[in-house]
């Protein structure tokens, strides 16, 4: 799982690669129909000792061009000087190494930054240019806001990018509330695994917490379980309240079997819990935790 904002920008689209040939034609950007695209090795370090490493790196296979091309990812939280060099470099070592035509794709969170991005990229001098890099730009400007549930539950990829790159706008909330509610129709592994996603991505911690309290609001239930928010919390309860058995025992001096430490840290029911708890507090021996009082 992706560990800060700034990968979740880029790494979204190793989550679902086929997101390029969905969203660039909506951003009004050109794309042909992609056969199949494949994750490449993002490290572009040479033998000299200089590591330069791009955020995502895809091969694009299409049909009617040979050899499809290459797309480079990147995740670009502000305006950064050194970055237009660095961005030169890899089209022009990709070229090298793979000679294949190789795109830039610059993926933003605010419109200042994706403007900065969009410029182009002028190398030579004044009586002559040699080279000119035209990065291809995703950000607020161009990317939808999803806001329809019912859309936002067609392409959760989607969604979730919105989400992201959207994060800084004062319509956040509402492409926040669509992507929660189209979460609690979806199966439960994958809704947790978006519902994580979203949360690293959103970076701020004001949209963190609006984006817990949406979580919450919303049932997303699934056959034989209860809501995401409502697992975790029991879960976490459960967790606290086996810690709580163990350590009365313990601090009483009653010797716990591995046997007995398992089945008190895999237990999930608060219920029972609860009753091994109280047990804990007069009990001789841990195994009497788990027999039933006579007339019970």
């Not at 002028?122 to 999803?146: Q, Y």
């Not at 699934?222 to 313990?250: H, N």
Request: aromatic share 6%; with cysteine; glycine share 8%.
């Amino acid at each position: 799982m992706v560990s800060t904002a700034h990968e979740a920008m880029h790494r979204i689209f190793r989550e679902d690669p086929h997101l390029f040939a969905r969203v660039l034609p909506r951003a009004g950007i050109p794309f042909p129909e992609a056969t199949s695209i494949e994750p490449l090795d993002t490290d572009l370090t040479e033998i000299r000792p200089v590591e330069r490493r791009v955020d995502s790196l895809f091969r694009v296979h299409t049909e009617g061009e040979e050899g499809g091309f290459l797309l480079a990812v990147e995740a670009q939280g502000r305006p950064d000087a050194d970055k237009p060099s660095s961005w030169t470099y890899y089209l022009a070592h990709l070229y090298a190494k793979y000679r294949l035509p190789p795109i830039l794709l610059v993926v933003c969170r605010d419109k200042t930054t994706a403007a900065w991005a969009a410029e182009p990229i002028r190398i030579g001098g004044r009586v002559h240019t040699s080279m000119v890099v035209f990065p291809l730009v995703l950000g607020p400007g161009n990317l939808p806001a999803i806001t329809d549930p019912e859309e936002a539950a067609g392409d959760l990829a989607l969604a979730v990018l919105s989400a992201l790159a959207h994060a800084k706008d004062p319509g956040h909330p509402a492409i926040l509330d669509a992507l929660a509610a189209a979460l609690s129709g979806v199966e439960r592994e994958q809704a947790y695994s978006w519902a994580e996603f979203t949360e690293t991505g959103l970076g701020d911690a004001r949209a963190r917490t609006l984006w817990r309290e949406l979580l919450s609001t919303y049932t997303l239930r699934f056959p034989g379980s209860g809501t995401i928010i409502e697992e975790a919390i029991l879960k976490g309860r459960g967790d606290s309240r086996g810690e709580d058995i163990l350590r009365v025992l313990r601090v009483r001096g009653v010797e716990v079997s591995d046997a007995v430490r398992e089945r008190v840290s895999s237990c999930d029911d608060l219920e029972v819990l609860g009753t091994w708890l109280d047990r804990a507090v007069t009990v001789g021996s841990a195994d009497e935790l788990f027999v039933e009082p006579a007339g019970a």
